[in-house]
């Protein structure tokens, strides 16, 4: 309910600011007021159905305030109509259907609004409101059918009469838009007007202010149409085939489509008078060669009831308007299913691009364009003129049926660029030419760059060397220089002839200012290209000079994403086995803190083994190593156990045994030799009886390291490592005993029987004792032979442990 009360709260607070206010200064408030009705939405938008206090009194605060609107919109002021209209709107869009389904009153007198002298600021508000209105509604049958569907035809009636009228071009765009918004929306509502809608758009969809024809002689040109008008209108004209009745709307849309594609040949034909085409049309006769007229014009009617228009400027501007328009016509959407003819358009582009600027220093490219000698050098320069503005809207047309036909027009890419490079190579000194054709190859190169064919790439290479020029600095220009007097009479001219130019000499300390870039659209155009002509070309089809350029130019502009396509697109190795070079370290260092850097110089993707049979062959090894593995753990557990059950237990004979077997394992006669004294000493201190063990020979241990197999005895001695932890765990665990002698029978060669000592009362059993490996003898070692693996073998000396822990 704190919701509800504070914007209860708020709305108060707003009708009482509208109400104390003078109405010509209401318009100043307005602005604060609209913001602040947002504040409100959940009260404006909630239902008024319940019959407790707070509802009654949001009910009565809601009346008040929309009645108090009712009163601004019928006032007899401007000011507050105007400030009504903007309230209205900014109500309603937070209302909700409960606001809608109220707002009737409020659309009528809205629509009596357009029939008044109000300026055309009110009635561009008003117009914005009810097409606002009309829109939301159609989320609502029932609103439709009782505001929409009766208010409607009244607002079109009005709309077309003003547009008609001498409206403003800021009047006149509001009103095409809202139709643009509304037609595809009631298309049987707007059914009715087309023989009024027709005639009003033919007037807007190609106007020809260059044109000769005076007014008199052309009523229906209207010469202040600006360019949004005109692109508003091209939209609502394609939009109109919409209205017309089920079932035959592709049928008016491709008669439409076609009766365009005629106006355009058409219109060239009266603008390429000046030249022989070598384009020859496949289902229309040309006109190149007929007795032409001293003026180029077109006076005869036309199937989409254009304008007539008279001069070669005139011509030109028609030209540009129906490219224009078939670029409206494919890229808007249709309400059904349409059958579009590429092949006519691409026979028109294909026309329009054949013809080119001759250059003036290549006599054979001035031979090809044959010049019509009925026709004067005054229109031909000035077909020149005209040539690349057309170019451009051809190559915007090609723009746009690549972008809507996606896929369906792959194979006509190597067309593409053929005409692209064509025109490139002949006007590329025109600055919107080459920003065109940088998007044109752009966009072919993304649809097919990898199945492009080498011959197309190596005709870009020219238009690739101009994209990195556009994107590195100019050069700056060289300082004038001037010849002395010795100079020129070196080369045959009098001081006299000799002319120099003061502000030079003035200005020569000066650094020499760089020149900005006349047309901002190129330089983004260029840019781009560059990463998608390192991406998208087979590193293979660019020379190493081309690619260095390429590389040259992404690192000193420093384009990050030209530098990424180049380390993911790296060329091709000239030595076998080594990599050719990249800019990796560059980019590494220029954009460090680039998250995408960071992914591609440390990948942190795991190996993804695709294929059933790896997957399997894989499991197996593991299976395999595991089950290896498993078997020498319990192998280890069990001499663990087995081990650890001779060391706890309390039996003597069980403790000699494993004393003499760790003993005899070791064989160090040099340990022996050290501990000899104390041996004897501790032998004949005590008469505890002895056990004896067998050492493996010489020659069967040397053979089982030789196959790397573990040997088959019974108690086979663990690791060394395992000796050590299980030495320390027996040493926490075994008891103080004496000294006890060892003696066997060892065969000749070995090392005598081994005794330990007894304990003292001054020596303390510590943890760090380290277990004794098993290691041969030195008089082994000679018999065994010196060609053996065993020589390296550290002799290790068997005393008191140094340890500090164990002092």
């Given at each position: 309910?704190a919701?509800?009360?504070?914007?209860?709260?708020?709305?108060?607070?707003?009708?009482?600011?509208?109400?104390?206010?003078?109405?010509?200064?209401?318009?100043?408030?307005?602005?604060?007021?609209?913001?602040?009705?947002a504040?409100?939405r959940?009260?404006l938008?909630s239902?008024?159905?319940?019959v407790s206090?707070?509802?009654?009194?949001?009910?009565?605060?809601?009346?008040?305030?929309?009645?108090?609107?009712?009163?601004?919109l019928?006032?007899?002021?401007?000011q507050g109509?105007?400030?009504?209209?903007?309230?209205?709107?900014?109500?309603?869009?937070?209302?909700?259907?409960?606001?809608?389904?109220?707002?009737?009153?409020?659309?009528?007198?809205?629509?009596?609004?357009l029939?008044?002298?109000?300026?055309?600021?009110?009635?561009?508000?008003?117009?914005i409101?009810?097409t606002?209105?009309?829109?939301?509604?159609?989320?609502y049958?029932?609103l439709?059918?009782?505001i929409?569907?009766?208010?409607?035809?009244?607002?079109?009636?009005?709309?077309?009469?003003m547009?008609?009228?001498?409206?403003?071009?800021?009047?006149?765009?509001v009103?095409?838009?809202?139709?643009?918004?509304?037609?595809?929306?009631?298309?049987?509502?707007?059914?009715?007007?087309?023989?009024?809608?027709?005639p009003?758009?033919?007037?807007?969809?190609?106007?020809?202010?260059?044109?000769?024809?005076?007014v008199?002689?052309?009523p229906g040109?209207?010469?202040d149409?600006?360019?949004?008008?005109?692109d508003?209108?091209?939209?609502?004209?394609?939009?109109?085939?919409?209205?017309?009745?089920?079932?035959?709307?592709?049928?008016?849309?491709?008669?439409?489509?076609?009766?365009?594609?005629?106006?355009?040949?058409?219109?060239?034909?009266?603008v390429?008078?000046?030249?022989?085409?070598d384009?020859?049309?496949?289902t229309?006769?040309t006109?190149?060669?007929?007795?032409?007229?001293?003026?180029?014009?077109?006076?005869e009617?036309?199937?989409?009831?254009?304008?007539?228009?008279?001069?070669?400027?005139?011509?030109?501007?028609?030209?540009?308007?129906?490219?224009?328009?078939?670029q409206?016509?494919l890229?808007?959407?249709?309400?059904?299913?349409?059958?579009?003819?590429?092949?006519?358009?691409?026979?028109?582009?294909?026309?329009?691009?054949?013809?080119?600027?001759?250059g003036?220093g290549?006599?054979?490219?001035q031979?090809?364009?044959?010049a019509?000698?009925?026709?004067?050098?005054e229109e031909?320069?000035?077909?020149?003129?005209?040539?690349?503005?057309?170019?451009?809207?051809?190559?915007?047309v090609l723009?746009?049926?690549?972008?809507?036909?996606?896929?369906?027009?792959?194979?006509?890419?190597?067309?593409i660029?053929?005409q692209?490079?064509?025109?490139?190579?002949?006007?590329?000194?025109?600055?919107?030419?080459?920003?065109?054709?940088?998007?044109?190859?752009?966009t072919?190169?993304?649809r097919?760059?990898?199945?492009?064919?080498k011959?197309?790439?190596?005709?870009?290479?020219?238009?690739?060397r101009a994209?990195?020029?556009?994107?590195?600095?100019?050069?700056?220009?060289?300082?004038?220089?001037?010849e002395?007097?010795?100079?020129?009479?070196?080369?045959?001219?009098?001081?006299s002839?000799?002319?120099?130019?003061?502000?030079?000499?003035?200005?020569?300390?000066?650094s020499?200012?760089?020149?900005?870039?006349?047309?901002?659209?190129?330089?983004?155009?260029?840019h781009?290209?560059?990463?998608?002509?390192?991406?998208?070309?087979?590193?293979?089809?660019?020379?190493?000079?081309?690619?260095?350029?390429?590389?040259?130019?992404?690192?000193?502009?420093?384009?990050k994403?030209?530098?990424v396509?180049?380390?993911?697109?790296?060329?091709?190795?000239?030595?076998?086995g080594?990599?050719a070079?990249?800019?990796?370290?560059?980019?590494?260092?220029?954009?460090?803190?680039?998250?995408?850097?960071?992914?591609?110089?440390r990948?942190?993707?795991?190996?993804?083994?695709?294929?059933?049979?790896d997957?399997d062959?894989?499991?197996?090894?593991?299976?395999?190593?595991?089950?290896e593995?498993?078997?020498?753990?319990?192998?280890?557990?069990?001499?663990?156990d087995?081990?650890?059950?001779?060391?706890?237990?309390?039996?003597?004979d069980?403790?000699?045994?494993s004393?003499?077997?760790?003993?005899?394992?070791?064989?160090?006669?040099?340990?022996?030799?050290?501990?000899?004294?104390?041996?004897?000493?501790?032998?004949?201190?005590?008469?505890?009886?002895?056990?004896t063990?067998?050492?493996?020979p010489?020659g069967?241990?040397?053979?089982?390291?030789?196959?790397?197999?573990?040997?088959?005895?019974?108690?086979?001695p663990?690791?060394p490592?395992?000796?050590?932890?299980?030495?320390?765990?027996?040493?926490?665990?075994?008891?103080?005993?004496?000294?006890?002698?060892l003696?066997?029978?060892a065969?000749?060669?070995f090392?005598?029987?081994l005794?330990?000592p007894?304990q003292?009362s001054?020596?303390?059993v510590?943890?760090?004792?380290?277990?004794?490996?098993?290691?041969?003898?030195?008089?082994?070692?000679?018999?065994?032979?010196?060609?053996?693996?065993?020589?390296?073998?550290?002799?290790?000396?068997?005393?008191?442990?140094?340890?500090?822990?164990?002092?």
């Open positions: 309910m919701p509800i009360a504070s914007e209860l709260a708020t709305l108060r607070a707003l009708t009482f600011r509208i109400s104390s206010t003078p109405t010509p200064q209401l318009p100043h408030h307005v602005p604060a007021i609209a913001a602040s009705l504040n409100c959940t009260l938008a239902p008024q159905t319940s206090k707070s509802s009654s009194e949001s009910a009565v605060a809601i009346h008040k305030f929309r009645t108090l609107l009712s009163t601004l019928q006032d007899r002021t401007i109509r105007w400030s009504a209209i903007i309230l209205i709107k900014a109500t309603i869009e937070v209302g909700g259907w409960e606001t809608l389904q109220k707002c009737l009153p409020w659309v009528r007198g809205l629509l009596g609004i029939n008044k002298p109000d300026p055309p600021s009110s009635k561009k508000l008003c117009i409101a009810l606002r209105i009309f829109i939301l509604t159609r989320e049958p029932t439709v059918r009782e929409t569907t009766p208010s409607l035809p009244a607002f079109i009636q009005s709309g077309l009469h547009a008609n009228s001498k409206a403003p071009s800021t009047l006149l765009q009103i095409l838009e809202s139709f643009n918004e509304l037609l595809p929306r009631h298309p049987t509502i707007f059914r009715s007007y087309l023989k009024q809608l027709n009003f758009l033919a007037r807007l969809i190609a106007p020809t202010p260059s044109s000769k024809l005076g008199e002689q052309a040109s209207k010469p149409i600006t360019a949004e008008v005109v508003a209108a091209q939209q609502l004209y394609v939009l109109t085939p919409c209205c017309t009745p089920k079932g035959a709307t592709s049928e008016e849309w491709e008669k439409s489509f076609k009766a365009t594609i005629n106006s355009a040949h058409r219109v060239a034909d009266k390429f008078r000046a030249v022989f085409e384009w020859r049309p496949s229309r006769e006109t190149n060669g007929h007795t032409l007229d001293d003026e180029v014009q077109d006076l009617p036309d199937d989409m009831g254009l304008s007539i228009w008279s001069g070669i400027f005139a011509g030109g501007e028609r030209l540009l308007h129906l490219l224009r328009l078939i409206h016509y890229a808007n959407t249709t309400a059904n299913p349409v059958t579009l003819n590429i092949a006519v358009i691409v026979d028109l582009v294909t026309r329009l691009l054949s013809l080119t600027i001759p003036i290549g006599k054979a490219l031979n090809s364009v044959k019509n000698n009925q026709v004067s050098k031909r320069e000035n077909l020149w003129l005209l040539l690349p503005g057309v170019h451009v809207a051809a190559i915007e723009l746009v049926l690549a972008q809507r036909s996606r896929s369906s027009t792959l194979p006509l890419d190597s067309l660029l053929d692209i490079v064509w025109v490139f190579a002949a006007e590329k000194n025109n600055l919107q030419i080459r920003a065109a054709c940088y998007h044109a190859v752009a072919v190169l993304q097919s760059g990898a199945a492009t064919p011959s197309s790439i190596d005709s870009l290479v020219p238009l690739m994209c990195c020029e556009e994107l590195l600095p100019s050069d700056l220009p060289a300082a004038p220089t001037t002395t007097p010795g100079q020129a009479k070196a080369n045959g001219k009098t001081p002839q000799v002319t120099a130019n003061a502000d030079s000499f003035l200005n020569s300390s000066k020499p200012s760089t020149v900005s870039l006349p047309f901002a659209g190129l330089q983004e155009a260029a781009s290209l560059l990463p998608i002509l390192l991406s998208s070309i087979r590193a293979l089809y660019l020379s190493d000079a081309l690619r260095s350029r390429l590389d040259r130019t992404a690192i000193l502009t420093q384009h994403d030209a530098m396509a180049s380390v993911l697109n790296p060329p091709p190795s000239k030595r076998f080594k990599p070079a990249s800019i990796l370290p560059l980019i590494a260092r220029s954009f460090s803190a680039s998250p995408d850097v960071e992914g591609m110089i990948p942190r993707l795991p190996v993804i083994r695709l294929g059933r049979q997957i062959e894989s499991g197996e090894d593991e299976e395999e190593e595991v089950s593995v498993d078997e020498e753990e319990i192998e280890d557990v069990a001499m663990v087995q081990e650890q059950d001779h060391f706890v237990g309390h039996e003597l069980t403790i000699l045994e004393a003499g077997r760790t003993g005899t394992d070791a064989e160090d006669a040099t340990m022996s030799n050290a501990a000899d004294a104390n041996l004897h000493d501790s032998v004949a201190a005590t008469d505890i009886p002895t056990t063990t067998e050492v493996e010489l069967e241990q040397s053979s089982s390291k030789e196959l790397g197999k573990r040997p088959h005895i019974e108690h086979e663990s690791s490592s395992k000796r050590v932890r299980f030495a320390e765990e027996a040493d926490l665990t075994q008891p103080e005993v004496s000294s006890v002698p003696t066997g029978d065969p000749s060669g090392a005598p029987s005794e330990i007894v003292t001054d020596f303390t510590t943890t760090t004792a380290s277990a004794i490996p098993q290691l041969p003898g030195p008089d082994q070692v000679e018999v065994a032979g010196s060609d053996s693996d065993e020589d390296d073998v550290i002799s290790l000396v068997l005393g008191q442990d140094t340890d500090d822990e164990s002092e």
